[in-house]
């Protein structure tokens, strides 16, 4: 469950809808970017198992065609943390790469059932705060708790990458955008 969530979720907050690879040209070694170690210190739990990779192929938006690779770690009591990264189309501006990956035209919805969402520009990053309402009809208990989430995207080297907290509660800013300078600093 916890790694559908946030799977899901960084397709939605990139703004793209992906399908599995099929021979995808690349294998972008999302896992690679950040250490387990690193990831749990910003969980404050250990990662549980191995972290779990994919790549797949963008079938709409700005990167569309493009390869992109995903990692999701496991930190236990309904939490994880994700990454991805997809190459950056040619002649792509820094603005439309940031507005693709944060489209809000999703947002709207979830405002709509009371959950608040907060966009705030740190340096060169994007990063997204999204909480859902404390109570909510129709909606299963089990995905309400493991739905708030933190995340921050940047462009960089020709990529496009963002880090995802995912759990029952939010995970601080400034946590979550040092996870993606971390990765930032190791692209190629």
Not at 25 to 49: D, F, Q, R
Not at 75 to 80: D, L, M, W, Y
Not at 129 to 139: A, C, G
Request: aromatic share 4%; glycine share 8%; with cysteine.
């Amino acid at each position: 469950m916890q790694r559908t969530m946030a799977l899901a979720g960084v397709v939605i907050m990139a703004g793209l809808a992906a399908s599995p690879a099929r021979g995808a040209e690349k294998n972008m070694k999302a896992c690679t970017y950040l250490t387990s170690a690193e990831v749990g210190a910003v969980a404050g739990t250990p990662v549980v198992g191995q972290p779990q990779e994919s790549n797949t192929v963008v079938t709409e938006g700005l990167s569309k065609g493009q390869t992109m690779g995903m990692c999701v770690w496991d930190t236990g009591s309904k939490r994880s943390i994700s990454i991805w990264v997809s190459p950056v189309p040619a002649g792509a501006s820094r603005e439309t790469l940031l507005a693709e990956m944060t489209k809000q035209t999703w947002f709207e919805p979830l405002k709509a059932q009371g959950w608040t969402t907060q966009t705030k520009n740190v340096g060169d990053s994007t990063c997204l705060i999204i909480t859902p309402p404390p109570s909510q009809k129709n909606f299963p208990a089990e995905l309400l708790q493991a739905s708030a989430s933190t995340s921050c995207h940047a462009g960089s080297k020709n990529l496009a990458i963002g880090v995802w907290f995912n759990g029952t509660s939010t995970a601080p800013l400034e946590k979550v955008k040092a996870l993606l300078d971390k990765a930032v600093a190791r692209l190629p």
